[in-house]
């Protein structure tokens, strides 16, 4: 079994960044694709990007252009760092690991069976 426990959101203004950490404990992160999504009060959670064991990337098309995914197996932790924040990114971000034996990055949550309690973003305007 995995807990994910994630760290480092806050209040920015619009412009600024924030790094956002996913710590994993019990089975080793690295046998999974692991994935931030995000979620703002009455939205659908959304898929933010996504990092595979070998450290292939995806990342939706909003963010691709100013976030970046990154994994440190040894540590066990899955960073997002976010860079020219715009108020339509304040949400509760997730850190999700995929359970579904895969080695590519996919989009959809049904794939993530576990999930950290999530870590909100404000960003004022």
């Known amino acids: 079994q995995v807990l994910l426990v994630e760290s480092g959101g806050g209040l920015v203004q619009a412009g600024g960044s924030l790094r956002l950490s996913c710590e994993g404990s019990?089975?080793?992160?690295?046998?999974?694709?692991m994935g931030w999504f995000r979620q703002a009060p009455g939205n659908d959670r959304e898929f933010v990007a996504g990092?595979?064991?070998?450290?292939?990337?995806l990342l939706s098309d909003s963010v691709k252009d100013r976030f970046t995914i990154s994994r440190d197996n040894a540590k066990n932790t899955v960073h997002l760092q976010m860079n020219s924040l715009k108020p339509e990114d304040t949400a509760v971000y997730f850190c999700?690991?995929?359970?579904?034996?895969?080695?590519?990055?996919?989009?959809?949550?049904?794939?993530?069976?576990?999930w950290g309690q999530g870590t909100q973003v404000t960003v004022s305007s």
């Open positions: 990092i595979s064991q070998s450290g292939n990337n």
């Open positions: 019990g089975r080793p992160s690295s046998d999974y694709v």
């Open positions: 999700a690991a995929d359970t579904a034996a895969s080695y590519i990055v996919r989009r959809a949550a049904r794939y993530y069976g576990y």
